[in-house]
């Protein structure tokens, strides 16, 4: 049987805020003239009730060496706050200089809005899109575009709705 090598660290949300973090990954340089820099990718993590505060537990299954980049997201009434930070040996540390995000909040009026994205050959994606409110990532359906030969992603919206949707970028 073979062993899952990883590690785990926990933060406490105050009462009415949820934080979902997301490892950045760096495409293989292979695959970098036809597929985006980085992709994201959303920790799995358990939560426990702590009194009034919700403790989380967050999971990296494959911790580097030079450690883990991780965006860290804070879901509270009508705002998200955003930090950076990295996993090196058995410690996070938050970065005090941000790096640039971009990031949008999606709403449409229309019946049904389609979001499209391209996937990388492992099936990662540069763009996660979430629902504010329950925190949960809008799941996308993947297909397989003949025209572009590519795998790709598509996400339905719902009308009326906010989403909040971010990509890593270079900053060049």
């Not at 973090?21 to 292979?30: P, R």
């Not at 799995?44 to 965006?71: A, H, I, M, R, W």
């Not at 996993?87 to 709403?107: A, C, M, N, S, W």
């Amino acid at each position: 049987m073979e062993a899952i090598q990883g590690k785990h660290f926990s933060i406490t949300d105050p009462e009415g805020v949820k934080t979902v973090i997301y490892q950045i990954n760096k495409t293989e340089k292979e695959f970098l003239k036809e597929y985006p820099k980085y992709t994201v990718e959303r920790l799995n993590s358990t939560e426990e009730l702590v009194g009034n505060f919700n403790k989380k537990t967050f999971y990296v299954d494959n911790p580097q060496k030079d450690g883990n980049q991780l965006v860290i997201l804070s879901f509270g009434e009508d705002k998200v706050i955003i930090n950076n930070g990295i996993l090196i040996e058995d410690q996070v540390k938050i970065t005090r200089k941000p790096t640039p995000f971009k990031f949008q909040t999606l709403y449409s009026e229309q019946k049904t809005e389609y979001k499209e994205f391209q996937y990388t050959p492992n099936l990662k994606r540069p763009i996660s899109i979430i629902d504010p409110e329950t925190t949960e990532e809008v799941k996308p359906v993947l297909y397989f575009d003949e025209k572009t030969n590519e795998v790709k992603g598509k996400c339905k919206l719902k009308p009326y709705k906010s989403y909040f949707a971010f990509e890593i970028r270079d900053s060049k």
